[in-house]
Every structure is written in structure tokens, then in C-alpha cells.
């Protein structure tokens, strides 16, 4: 696990603003934010946890949990389609690189993620 400034990870999917509320309110409730983002190593695109990562840029943390992977490479990490857009790796590192996200809940990684659990004090800038 990394920590990285949440400013510097790149989305490729759009958020529900109401999760992301949900999320930061239970950060404060734990006092700790609860499960690294998944990120692609290289480019430090988000596979997963675009929501943590808005409630970690709303509660202005400084920095976040990440775990990073080599995500073209890995054969570990599958990416599926959870609407009618096709996806593939390829598109979703397009997609972040150039800022055009997809819709929420738009792909799904198959891949788990170590838990964490980490103060906000911690976190904070």
C-alpha cells in the first residue's frame, strides 16, 4: 500500500455525488478511511474507488491509501462491463488519460484489494 495525493489520481468513471456523501459521512463517523483505492502504478489511473476518492478530495485529505498494480500487464486484474459500453483495459486508461469519462458504475475490476484501515488524522493536510 501507497499514499498518494488524491489530487494526483486520475478517474475514469463519473460518480453518484450522493455516494459520495454516504462515504465521507462514514469517514467521519470510523475515523478512518477504511479501504486503499485501486490504481494503476504507472499512471496512477483509479480502477476502482472513484467514490473514496471524491470523499477523500471533499473532506480535503491530503493524501490516500493506494494500492497499486501494473494494470496492463497483470493478467490477475479483468475489467467487465456492467451497461451496454464496451470496455477493455485499453479504454479505460484512454478514458482517464484524456478526461472523458465513462458513466457511473460503468465497469467492474475483478480484483482484490488488501484491506486498510487508516486514521484521517493521519490523512489529513
Not at 471533499?58 to 501494473?70: F, I, R, T, Y
Request: hydrophobic share 40%; net charge positive.
Amino acid at each position: 500500500m501507497t499514499l498518494h495525493p488524491p489530487q494526483s489520481l486520475k478517474p475514469h468513471e463519473r460518480v453518484s455525488w450522493l455516494r459520495v456523501l454516504q462515504i465521507a459521512i462514514q469517514f467521519l463517523r470510523t475515523g478512518a478511511f477504511d479501504h486503499p483505492i485501486l490504481i494503476d502504478a504507472e499512471s496512477r489511473t483509479i480502477l476502482d474507488g472513484h467514490h473514496r476518492h471524491k470523499a477523500a478530495l471533499l473532506l480535503n485529505l491530503g493524501q490516500v491509501p493506494c494500492h497499486e498494480v501494473a494494470y496492463l500487464s497483470d493478467d490477475a486484474i479483468t475489467v467487465t462491463a456492467r451497461r451496454t459500453i464496451p470496455v477493455s483495459k485499453e479504454r479505460v486508461m484512454t478514458c482517464a488519460k484524456m478526461g472523458t469519462l465513462f458513466p457511473r458504475k460503468s465497469t467492474r475490476h475483478n480484483y482484490t484489494t488488501p484491506p486498510c484501515t487508516i486514521p484521517l488524522t493521519l490523512l489529513r493536510i
